[in-house]
């Protein structure tokens, strides 16, 4: 989680320095608009990449769990199926 912040952080400073580089250059009001509204669809771009990563990673943990959750119950019937036979075959 440390990295995470970190690169948040780093996100956030970038995007206040580029604001305030934009609005203290002296051009017009419609180009510093316009520059101010690029800098923040770049800034939103980057950060739902960061977002759709980490769900991605999200849903490949959660499909690592199934699949071992499944790997579990199959050993286990297994387990239980073979003392079943054997129980049997000790009651003969």
Known sequence: MNSGK??????????????MGVL?????????RRKIM????????A?????????ESMNDKYEDIWK???ELISE???KLNAVKKELKSLER
Do not use: R, Y
């Not at 203290?24 to 510093?32: D, I, L």
């Not at 690029?38 to 771009?45: F, R």
């Open 24 to 32: 203290f250059a002296p051009e017009k009001g419609s180009k510093t």
């Open 38 to 45: 690029n800098k923040a669809n770049d800034g939103a771009d």
């Open 76 to 78: 286990g019937e297994s």
């Open 6 to 19: 970190l690169v948040l952080g780093v996100l956030g400073g970038l995007a206040a320095g580029a604001l």
């Open 47 to 55: 950060l739902k990449d960061k977002f759709d990563s980490l769900l």
């Open 68 to 70: 071992a959750k499944d």
